[in-house]
């Protein structure tokens, strides 16, 4: 299926037609009206946008109205309109590529869920290992923090603290499967994202970094994935800090702004609007007001490939089957006498997603501190990054007092 897209400003009369109004009307006013129908009638002006992907030579631009497709079937390839300097494409510059994870399945080409058409190049996954993309700051030699971003985000939400901690510590970002520049297979093609799966995939990614010992810091609703992968490596964490991470009952029902990508049919074609599936999703969830710059970066991936969206509605599959399990068992883990890693929970009070109800009950409870941010909402590293970074580096070096 091509997806071409037009734009076209072209003004077309079709008919002789002439409104009643004109026929009673001054002779002057007739030709008037009849000279502009004429300039229309002949009147041609196409409009064609140069995208640009980051995957593309210098010279492989192409025009949304060209004959042959550059896109996927679904989403047309760019994001970009115009040669200018690109927010996406300046954080892209910033990481790298590193390779964890074995692709499991039978090696077939990728096909769009709806229409069972084989999907473009950008949405094809790796037939090895996955690619996974990370930024890092700092010195290799230093303590290593990992920033994992929460549900649905990217590693760029973590650009105002990786600085923040590059002095003193080893910073490592990365985008989870499915999301930013990293491998979005589709389902049934080498990965199903399944919440076991993300915690076996968490744990090639941190055996692939080479870390010895190693302190986590994980947001919003992927907390619980990486809680149990904690809970099975405790001897390899120093600290663990969760930022409104989904700790109650009732936080293991997913807000209807995410829910809504579950749902059949319906989900496929919400995933797939980049509005939708990024800004959203991002603005709905707290105070946090989005620059135009940061959008452009969130809306790529969606803009770039439909494989995004397929995945955004996969994983939203998954966390509404098997997120009220995992968010019981990771209560479970870190209320157990036998939780031995020094656990914070950073709390924005602005979170529109998740109430702050049972919070500070349960963490004292548990006996894991508790740090509050007054203006920050769910995506705490997008509110208030540089106050997040200043806690982070006080925490892991035990130097902050509450």
């Not at 949405?123 to 090895?128: M, V």
């Not at 491998?183 to 970094?209: C, H, N, R, W």
């Not at 990486?226 to 109650?248: G, M, R, S």
Request: with cysteine; proline share 5%; net charge neutral.
């Amino acid at each position: 299926m091509a997806a071409i897209l037009h734009f076209s400003s072209s003004l077309q009369l079709q008919s002789s037609y002439t409104p009643p109004f004109l026929t009673k009307s001054p002779p002057t006013l007739r030709h008037s009206f009849l000279k502009d129908r004429i300039l229309l009638q002949t009147t041609r002006r196409s409009i064609a946008f140069t995208c640009q992907s980051i995957n593309d030579d210098a010279d492989d631009g192409y025009l949304l109205d060209a004959p042959v497709s550059a896109g996927d079937g679904f989403s047309f390839s760019g994001g970009k309109y115009s040669d200018g300097p690109n927010p996406a494409d300046e954080w892209f510059k910033k990481g790298k590529f590193m390779k964890a994870h074995p692709v499991y399945g039978n090696g077939e080409k990728a096909k769009d869920p709806i229409f069972g058409l084989t999907m473009g190049g950008n949405s094809q996954a790796s037939t090895d290992v996955f690619r996974w993309f990370c930024v890092e700051s700092g010195n290799a030699d230093k303590p290593s923090v990992i920033l994992i971003h929460g549900f649905p985000s990217q590693a760029y939400s973590y650009r105002k603290v990786l600085p923040l901690l590059s002095k003193d510590y080893h910073a490592i970002a990365f985008d989870w499967l499915g999301f930013g520049y990293s491998d979005k297979p589709q389902p049934k093609y080498g990965f199903d994202y399944t919440l076991d799966e993300f915690v076996s995939a968490l744990e090639s990614v941190i055996d692939e970094l080479g870390v010895n010992k190693v302190s986590l810091v994980v947001q919003g609703y992927f907390a619980p994935i990486v809680v149990k992968y904690a809970n099975n490596h405790q001897e390899k964490l120093n600290d663990l800090i969760l930022l409104n991470p989904p700790l109650t009952a009732k936080h293991a029902n997913l807000p209807s702004t995410l829910s809504i990508f579950s749902n059949f049919l319906l989900g496929e074609i919400f995933s797939q609007d980049p509005l939708r599936a990024s800004d959203k999703t991002l603005t709905s969830c707290g105070p946090y007001k989005m620059k135009e710059d940061d959008a452009m970066v969130y809306r790529r991936p969606y803009l770039t490939s439909g494989s995004s969206g397929f995945a955004l509605n996969a994983i939203s599959r998954a966390m509404k089957k098997e997120l009220k399990n995992y968010v019981e068992e990771m209560r479970k883990i870190l209320m157990d006498d036998d939780w031995k890693v020094k656990t914070s929970i950073c709390w924005g009070q602005r979170d529109r997603w998740l109430d702050f109800d049972g919070v500070e009950d349960f963490c004292k409870a548990a006996k894991h501190r508790l740090v509050e941010l007054p203006m920050a909402g769910h995506h705490v590293q997008e509110d208030c990054g540089e106050e997040l970074g200043n806690i982070i580096a006080g925490l892991v070096g035990r130097k902050v007092r509450i």
